[in-house]
Structure formats: structure tokens, C-alpha cells
């Protein structure tokens, strides 16, 4: 079974520019979570997809992230415009059956905003 | 005061030695309670989840939840080096508001 794949790995970004991370989550999984992991800490949820509907998005900057789930399957996070405190880990969980708490995350996407 | 508190080290051990890593929380209605291990430039990924209060054990690994006093507990027993991660507490109730500790760093030695 393929794991969530998430991408790009990296990115190096200046202020005030924009980025886009892509997840595929697992086949089936019906939800899907953004998180944010800044160094040292634990991860920050952003945004809770079920199916293509949001369940949670009450911690997103909506004024600068945005995120989208179209079809219900691939998700998009974008950040517009970045700031240097937006650099972090950027990690994509899905899980198929809610409450138990098994999250399977990707591997994440690192941003460094200069 | 934090929602999940937890000891962010780091905790080194020599190897064969039985680690106990901790998380506290502030609230009463988290259900589920999971410990992630995360490698370095890797995604977390689930080693135990509990429901509500109680013992799991699986292979060297105990988790133990005490709803009364709020209270996590993963031990690991016999560490390996390959044992050497972050280890992150988490929590929820039915699917939602998980909420992750800051994680402890814990490097067993050879």
C-alpha cells in the first residue's frame, strides 16, 4: 500500500513570495489533515479535510493560507504572501477511520522563507 | 497553561536501558491517546494508541494512561540505538482537535 506522498521536499523561498504543497493521501482515506511542524515542536494542525469538506480550519492564517481538496483526493496547501515565520515542516495525514487517531503522515515539505 | 505538556530533552540512555517518556494534559475529554516516533527529516509515524485509561503492551513497548491524573506514559524496554527519535504524545476525541505534545529527543547510546 502506498504511504502518503507529499511534494515538493524542499523549497527556499524569499519573503513576500508565494508557495504550493501538493499531498496524495492514502488510497481511500477519507480525511485529510494539514499540519505545521516549526522546529522543535510538535505538529500545529492548519486544516481537517473530510472528504472535499472542511471539518476544521479554525487555526489557518486565512489571510495568507489557503488549502483545497478537490475531488476529495489530492489536497493543495499555498501560502501567499510568505512571511519568515512560516518556515516549518509542511506535513500531509490521512486516516480512514475516524477517532482511533491512526494519522499516517508523508514526509513532509520543508520551507525556508529568507 | 499548554494543552499537552511534555519534557522535550534531550534524554540519552545507554543502550539495553528501559526509557520512560512522559506527557501531561489539561483536557478531560481526549479519549484516544497516541505516542508517535519520528526519525529526523521524516513524518511521524503511530508506535501505540490507547482508549481511554489503561495498559497496552506491544513487543518492547508499554503504553499506560491515567485519565484521573492526566497522565501519559510510554516505556520502551531493552533501547536500541535504532530507538534513537523524537517522540511526540497526541491526543483526541472522536476524530477531532488532535492536539500533538513538543516531543522528547531521545538518542540511545551504543
Known amino acids: 500500500e502506498a504511504g502518503v506522498a507529499q511534494s515538493p521536499r524542499y523549497k527556499i523561498i524569499e519573503k513576500r513570495q508565494s508557495v504550493a504543497f501538493w499531498c496524495n493521501p492514502i488510497s481511500g482515506h477519507a480525511t485529510l489533515y494539514w499540519y505545521q511542524q516549526i522546529l522543535g515542536q510538535g505538529p500545529k494542525l492548519l486544516i481537517q479535510?473530510?472528504?472535499?469538506?472542511?471539518?476544521?480550519d479554525s487555526q489557518l492564517p486565512k489571510d495568507r493560507f489557503s488549502a483545497e481538496r478537490l475531488k476529495g483526493v489530492d489536497s493543495t496547501l499555498k501560502i501567499q504572501p510568505a512571511k519568515l515565520e512560516d518556515s516549518a515542516v509542511y506535513l500531509c495525514a490521512s486516516s480512514s477511520v475516524r477517532g482511533t487517531g491512526e494519522l499516517f503522515f508523508g514526509e513532509g515539505s520543508r520551507l525556508t522563507v529568507l | 497553561q499548554k494543552e499537552v505538556e511534555q519534557d522535550p530533552g534531550p534524554l540519552s540512555v545507554p543502550e539495553g536501558a528501559i526509557v520512560s517518556l512522559n506527557c501531561t494534559y489539561s483536557?478531560?475529554?481526549?479519549?484516544?491517546f497516541m505516542w508517535y516516533r519520528q526519525y529526523s527529516r521524516k513524518g511521524p509515524e503511530l508506535l501505540m494508541y490507547t482508549y481511554s485509561s489503561g495498559n497496552k503492551e506491544d513487543g518492547r513497548f508499554t503504553a499506560q494512561v491515567d485519565k484521573s491524573s492526566k497522565y501519559i506514559s510510554l516505556f520502551i524496554r531493552d533501547s536500541q540505538p535504532s530507538d534513537s527519535a523524537t517522540y511526540l504524545c497526541?491526543?483526541?476525541?472522536?476524530?477531532?482537535?488532535?492536539?500533538f505534545g513538543p516531543g522528547t529527543r531521545l538518542s540511545v547510546l551504543p
Open positions: 479535510f473530510q472528504n472535499n469538506g472542511v471539518v476544521d
Open positions: 497526541a491526543m483526541t476525541f472522536y476524530g477531532q482537535n488532535f492536539v
Open positions: 483536557n478531560s475529554a481526549f479519549q484516544y
